[in-house]
């Protein structure tokens, strides 16, 4: 039985940005649903190398499809540096959850690129003015591009705004979206004023204001997903209306875990969960809604929802490379 290895090439070919966003989606409703099992994600900390692995292991049955797989992945700030090496590298197994036969070993790294953009497409679709048109980012690494191109499936972007210290990043995303919108680098305040504001840093403290934002900003806080990581400052948190990926990741390692855990916000302050908005349970954006913030820790449903996307294209288009993983 051949099982399919995927480089980030493959990945990326085969992740289709439209259909990951749907899949991510319908990821969100099977957990509200109760038709996924995702155990907490698990943390090996590597102070002596300003690093640290987590395994991330999900089964989540969309209704016209079944997957499980699990994402063992890395955070090491020092790699671009040291090692020439990305901060973030990963490894999916995508199984087959009838048999358990491994059907691929695909880069997780680009995957988690595309999963994280998806998550935040999803959630500003159902948050986000119809009328949309800014997009400001602070971050202009890996992570915005894959941000760019999911939230202009969901919206009309017409103009970005990007943030970033290092001068080099913000050139090269300027350059590179150029002839698809009118981007341009700016200061966080310009960026934070857009209609949608996407954050992406591995900041420990507070990067965004209250006053930066625009009185309907609509804010996915992508970049917190360690217990010590902060983007925004905690008065946006309980001016917003505030929705969750996953109350026990956020609250333990999310952008709200630093105020939950000093008492500054609490469960009051938490207006639910996107699974509860995809399935209906809550509503999306209403006319009285003025700031909103997604806190989105990424979850191995998304992952796996991502990966059967990625591997049923690859198996279409004979990409990978296939080898006998199990023996008869």
């Known amino acids: 039985m051949e099982t399919l290895l995927l480089d980030q090439t493959a990945v990326d070919a ?29 943390y090996i900390d590597l102070p002596e190398y300003n690093g640290d692995f987590r395994s991330m292991p999900a089964y989540l049955d969309a209704g016209e499809w079944d997957a499980a797989g699990i994402k063992w992945v890395n955070v090491h700030p020092d790699n671009p540096e040291k090692f020439d090496l990305p901060t973030v590298l990963g490894t999916m197994i995508y199984s087959d959850p009838e048999t358990a036969r491994p059907l691929a070993i695909m880069d997780g790294t680009e995957l988690t690129m595309q999963r ?79 209609d949608v504001l996407s954050t992406v840093t591995p900041s420990t403290e507070p990067l965004v204001s209250r006053d930066d934002l625009g009185e309907h900003t609509h804010v996915n806080a992508m970049g917190a997903d360690a217990a010590d990581k902060q983007e925004l400052d905690p008065a946006i948190l309980r001016d917003a209306r505030l929705v969750i990926d996953d109350h026990a990741q956020t609250t333990h390692s999310g952008e709200i875990s630093i105020p939950y855990a000093d008492g500054v916000i609490d469960d009051a302050d938490i207006d639910g969960a996107v699974g509860e908005i995809v399935v209906g349970e809550a509503s999306g954006r209403t006319p009285e809604d003025g700031i909103s913030v997604f806190d989105s820790t990424g979850l191995a449903i998304q992952d796996v929802a991502t990966a059967h996307v990625v591997y049923e294209h690859a198996r279409e288009n004979d990409n990978g490379e296939s080898f006998a993983f199990v023996s008869q």
């Open 14 to 42: 085969n992740a289709r940005m439209d259909e990951v966003i749907r899949a991510v989606e319908d990821a969100f409703a099977a957990y509200e649903r109760g038709d996924a099992q995702m155990p907490a994600k698990s």
């Open 116 to 194: 994280t953009g998806a998550a935040a497409a999803v959630a500003t679709d159902y948050l986000a003015r119809e009328d949309a048109r800014t997009l400001g980012l602070v971050g202009a690494g890996v992570q915005s591009y894959t941000q760019v191109e999911a939230i202009a499936a969901v919206r009309d972007i017409e103009e970005i705004v990007v943030a970033d210290l290092d001068d080099e990043a913000v050139a090269a995303f300027v350059e590179y979206f150029d002839d698809r919108f009118d981007v341009h680098g700016g200061s966080i305040p310009e960026a934070a004023a857009c």
